[in-house]
């Protein structure tokens, strides 16, 4: 299986990197050999610090 990605990131706010985060992702769609996924990390008081998106081609090799 091979595949190529492209992703971003955005940093929304500073941080540190010591301290307890959530990590929440979702997939909303896969077909076709192509996917998306969307990600957020969240401090512990709820604020949003990261956006993630990461879109994937996988192809049979």
Known sequence: MAS????A???RRPFRADEWFL???ESPIAT???GLARGRTYDAKGRLLVSVVQEGLFRAV
């Open 4 to 7: 190529i990605s492209a992703h």
């Open 32 to 34: 076709g050999g192509r």
């Open 23 to 25: 990590y929440d992702q």
């Open 9 to 11: 990131m955005w940093f």
